[in-house]
């Protein structure tokens, strides 16, 4: 079926160094995308989104790249910091499927080193 | 501004017994609602969805039941729970297209 991944489950990065988490999805009709991330204990929390008549998009530190032609999301965060280590989630939807339900990738666990 | 709540934040059941989670969003009228499970360092799965009262969507197979009494009103039960429903629960609501999550209850079954 139709899934969500992610390259990697972990990444640790350098407090101030720019982080580059990566998303795969096999869903070529998927129609939009979120980022969410989740910090230990508590629930997932809206980052940035993107359509995908788009393939960019910036937030505050943050950008998400979509790469529609390889199937392939990524968040960028911009000056990392210790408070963003977490866990970080890609979602998909596609309006085709039942009720437009998000599909989520299992997640990146970032890791902040200071 | 809307607000989404889950109590209790956590609990600890003995196998067999029932279950009762609940979720309730200010702020909003007529949200379509779910329910997740999310096991230790794994992703989202998703149990349950409302688009409104009565109305209940089942995604899987399972020990676990949901009801909507009210508009803003989720509830997660279980009569008899297993060991397999130990993980951590989340609500969310839907704006448009997005999802919005409540802090979520932490469930131990023992």
């Known amino acids: 079926g139709e899934s969500v991944g992610l390259h990697l489950p972990t990444l640790s990065v350098q407090e101030g160094d720019n982080s580059i988490i990566n998303c795969a999805y096999s869903?070529?009709?998927?129609?939009?995308f979120i980022w969410y991330k989740q910090e230990s204990g508590k629930g997932p929390q809206f980052i940035i989104d993107?359509?995908?008549?788009?393939d960019k998009r910036q937030g505050q530190r943050v950008t998400v790249l979509l790469n529609k032609t390889v199937k392939h999301l990524s968040l960028q965060i911009a000056a990392t910091q210790p408070g963003d280590s977490a866990v970080y989630f890609c979602?998909?939807?596609?309006?085709?499927?039942?009720?437009?339900?998000?599909?989520f990738g299992k997640g990146t666990k970032l890791s902040v080193k200071p | 501004s809307q607000t989404i709540h889950q109590w209790p934040a956590t609990l600890v059941q003995p196998v067999g017994s029932p279950l009762s989670l609940e979720c309730t969003v200010e702020g909003t009228s007529n949200p379509n609602l779910y329910w997740y499970r999310q096991a230790a360092g794994r992703g989202l799965q998703l149990l349950f969805y409302?688009?409104?009262?009565?109305?209940i969507s089942s995604e899987v197979p399972q020990n676990l039941s949901a009801s909507r009494p009210q508009d803003r009103q989720f509830i997660l039960s279980s009569k008899k729970l297993l060991l397999s429903d130990s993980g951590f629960y989340l609500c969310?609501?839907?704006?448009?297209?997005?999802?919005?999550f409540g802090p979520g209850t932490r469930l131990l079954v023992l």
């Open positions: 409302s688009v409104g009262i009565g109305q």
């Open positions: 979602a998909e939807i596609s309006y085709g499927g039942s009720q437009g339900n998000l599909i």
């Open positions: 869903n070529s009709a998927s129609d939009y």
């Open positions: 993107i359509r995908s008549n788009m």
């Open positions: 969310a609501w839907q704006s448009q297209e997005t999802q919005y």
